[in-house]
């Protein structure tokens, strides 16, 4: 089921995401849903709490060489934690809940995360490059915090001038 992603500048954004404790069928629908969403959205990671659910799950699905999202590639990350990082990256990001909205943003280039898979399972990846990027975007979702507030103060100002504008304009 495709479910609803809420908008900057909604307030459950800033919600910091609880573990999950139960690795249940009702879990499964979640994941299910969120790739869904994501899919029908065209991006490549979303996290629990940008379809309203503050909880600790991300999904993230790169597309390969010929530009195709396969499901077998699907990171499904329960309660995730980056224990190591390293290096600088900078990479331009967009995001589901900030529609339309692009900007460079600096990051860790190197990072090992320890998660859960869906079915409680412990997990480690080591990545580099876009993966990485992906992989801290959705989890400053889960600390209830989205990518423009990594914006020097002063493109911070002007993106809130232009997102003020263009919410009033879709009224």
């Not at 404790?21 to 994941?31: A, D, K, P, Y």
């Not at 992989?135 to 997102?163: A, C, D, P, Y």
């Amino acid at each position: 089921m495709i479910r609803e992603i809420i908008t900057y500048p909604n307030k459950l954004l800033r919600t910091k995401s609880k573990d999950v404790e139960v690795f249940n069928e009702e879990l499964h629908t979640l994941l299910d849903d969120m790739y869904e969403t994501m899919i029908s959205a065209k991006g490549v990671g979303l996290a629990a709490i940008q379809v309203a659910v503050p909880l600790n799950i991300l999904i993230i699905n790169i597309p390969n060489e010929e530009d195709i999202q396969d499901k077998n590639e699907l990171i499904e990350a329960i309660n995730p934690k980056i224990t190591h990082k390293d290096g600088v990256q900078v990479y331009q990001e967009g995001c589901l809940s900030v529609p339309g909205y692009y900007e460079d943003i600096t990051r860790a280039n190197h990072i090992i995360v320890e998660y859960f898979n869906r079915f409680g399972e412990k997990q480690v990846m080591e990545t580099e490059g876009f993966l990485a990027v992906a992989w801290q975007h959705e989890m400053e979702h889960l600390e209830g915090h989205v990518f423009i507030e990594n914006l020097s103060f002063t493109k911070r100002q002007k993106f809130e001038k232009e997102w003020k504008r263009k919410l009033k304009e879709k009224k």
